[in-house]
């Protein structure tokens, strides 16, 4: 869809109002500020601006437990999180789930690229399956799976944690061999195991802020070894029927490097659906150097609790939220704002 319709824009930007509203901790029914005058806005239907796929949170990391009451959190106050995020009367209506991807679906080596897969499946995902039936029910119909490494014998490291790449992609040999189609296999049997659940994943991602070494699950690669591995898994992932996302950079700039270098590419241009970047390292300062579909796929402001306040100049209030949807929207041009 190259355009959207008045019905369109006008059921987007209802929504995305919300999305600001909510986040910044106002209802649609609050009273004006004192001394703030009211303001009015125009809306052209006759304009037709990018496609909206829609906004949505990620739950990664075992936050999807604490959700679900895994430190005490009482079922009353899980269904009141739950509405605010989910409901579309009473809350965000938020419409996309990030799901993370990590080594709990073959956490032993099989005995080598080419052995049968030993995958195990708990049902569970570190809360993960509960919290997308969750939204399923609320009428949630994108989730997004993206791995934030891949297990840590495929890599040249060893381990999930602490970057390393993955084994088989130029510059990255390994004596255990080729680890990049049992990788892609292993991206596709896990978006199979939701199917299990009555989860649909609509759009799977093989890596997660590829220019960045952390402790945690993480894995890099060059704009170069990203454009070979989707050469790989673009079709396992397309036999699926799933959508590609790459690459999940750290920051916006940083994502204009593996979109530029995926474009320039034929085979690897047909593969990717869309095009995702982070905004922690950089900002949103204009489109990333694609046609296709992009959204801003993750990001929080700095502090360390949840900031209540609309404006309190701290840099992690609601405002900060607020204004980084909107310049995503506008300067962006993106289709598609995933918060952390």
């Not at 032993?108 to 569970?124: E, H, L, Q």
Request: one cysteine or more; glycine letters at 12%; aromatic letters at 12%.
């Amino acid at each position: 869809m190259g355009r959207i319709t008045l019905l369109g824009l006008r059921r987007w930007t209802v929504t995305s109002l919300t999305v600001l509203l909510t986040t910044a901790g106002v209802t649609a029914g609050a009273s004006p500020v004192a001394g703030v005058q009211a303001a009015s806005a125009t809306i052209d239907g006759s304009t037709g601006h990018q496609p909206i796929d829609g906004f949505g949170i990620s739950e990664h990391f075992g936050r999807a437990q604490i959700m679900r009451g895994s430190q005490g959190l009482p079922a009353q106050r899980q269904r009141e999180i739950l509405d605010l995020l989910f409901s579309r009367n009473t809350g965000a209506g938020l419409s996309i789930l990030r799901l993370g991807i990590d080594s709990g679906i073959q956490p032993i080596d099989p005995g080598g690229p080419n052995a049968t897969p030993k995958y195990v499946w708990d049902r569970d995902d570190k809360g993960q399956v509960w919290l997308a039936q969750q939204a399923k029910a609320y009428g949630v119909n994108r989730f997004y799976a993206d791995a934030w490494t891949a297990p840590g014998y495929m890599k040249t490291n060893g381990t999930d944690a602490d970057g390393g790449t993955l084994c088989g992609l130029a510059g990255a040999s390994c004596a255990s061999g080729d680890w990049r189609r049992a990788y892609a296999n292993y991206l596709f049997q896990y978006a199979k195991f939701y199917a299990q659940e009555g989860v649909r994943i609509n759009d799977l991602g093989f890596t997660n802020e590829p220019d960045w070494t952390a402790t945690y699950d993480s894995m890099r690669l060059t704009p170069a070894q990203a454009v070979e591995f989707t050469k790989v898994f673009g079709p396992v992932a397309r036999a699926g029927g799933y959508k590609v996302v790459c690459c999940d950079s750290f920051g916006w700039n940083q994502q204009k490097s593996y979109t530029g270098a995926i474009e320039a590419d034929a085979t690897a241009r047909g593969h990717v659906d869309t095009h995702a970047g982070h905004t922690y390292a950089s900002k949103v300062d204009g489109p990333l150097p694609t046609g296709k579909r992009t959204w801003m796929s993750e990001w929080s402001p700095d502090g360390t609790t949840w900031n209540e306040a609309w404006d309190d100049g701290s840099g992690y209030d609601g405002f900060t939220v607020a204004s980084a949807v909107h310049d995503a929207l506008t300067k962006g041009n993106t289709s598609g704002y995933v918060y952390w």
